[in-house]
Every structure is written in structure tokens, then in C-alpha cells.
């Protein structure tokens, strides 16, 4: 569920001093960074204060910027598969210790196409 605007005011004084503003913040950035809260960004979601309340919904430009982030999240994943994938075959490494795919099984490209069709659809 999406949390209120501002909501690291609120838990700074429920929190009366047993964490520093900079750690707050850091952990904030990082849970409402995961997928699945900018999932639960989506135009007109309630957002909810510290105790659960409703305090106001989700706008489009808010929306927005959650889906470009997934975006951006997601082809951070793909370059660095496509990366360790293309150093594997340059170098004949196996990746994690596996052996190379070989003709009998899909390549790794093959199978992030597979993934990326499936979500398109």
C-alpha cells in the first residue's frame, strides 16, 4: 500500500529519537524502491499514514514516475544478464559454475525473449 507523502515526519516523532533522520530516509528510499511497492503505485491508490489511515490517493504524475522507475529497474536487470551472459561466452566461463548451455537447451537470450514476450502479452 502506498505511504503518505511525508510520512518520515510522522515516524521521526513516533520513533522519538531511536533512529537518525539519514537512516530513516536511507530505509525508506530503499523499501518504497522495491518492485512491489511501486507496483501499489497505481492512479487513485489510497495512501495511508502510520497508523493505517487513509491520507490521500496516488495521482497520475506519481503513477507515472512509479512505472518509469519499474522500468528503468527492469532494463537495469536485463543489461547486466545480457553483460554477464556475453563475458560467459567471450571468456568460455560458465556461469556460477555451470557448464554452457549447449545446443540442446535454450540460450539465455532466448530465454529473456520468452520472458518478455510472455509479459507483452
Not at 15 to 27: E, M, T, V, W, Y
Not at 38 to 54: E, H, P, Q, W
Request: glycine content about 10%; charged content about 20%.
Amino acid at each position: 500500500m502506498p505511504l503518505k507523502i511525508g510520512i518520515h515526519a510522522e515516524m521521526l516523532v513516533a520513533l522519538n529519537g531511536a533512529i537518525k533522520f539519514d537512516q530513516l530516509q536511507r530505509a525508506l528510499a530503499e523499501y518504497t524502491s522495491v518492485p512491489g511497492y511501486l507496483r501499489s503505485i497505481v492512479l487513485g491508490a489510497r495512501r495511508c499514514d502510520l497508523y493505517g489511515g487513509s491520507a490521500g490517493v496516488v495521482t497520475h504524475e506519481e503513477a507515472a514516475y512509479a512505472k518509469a522507475a519499474r522500468k528503468r529497474q527492469r532494463t537495469i536487470v536485463v543489461t547486466t544478464m545480457e553483460t554477464t551472459a556475453s563475458l560467459a561466452v567471450a571468456t568460455g566461463r560458465p556461469l556460477s559454475g555451470a557448464p554452457l548451455a549447449g545446443p540442446e537447451r535454450p540460450s539465455l537470450i532466448d530465454l529473456r525473449a520468452a520472458g518478455r514476450l510472455r509479459r507483452s502479452e
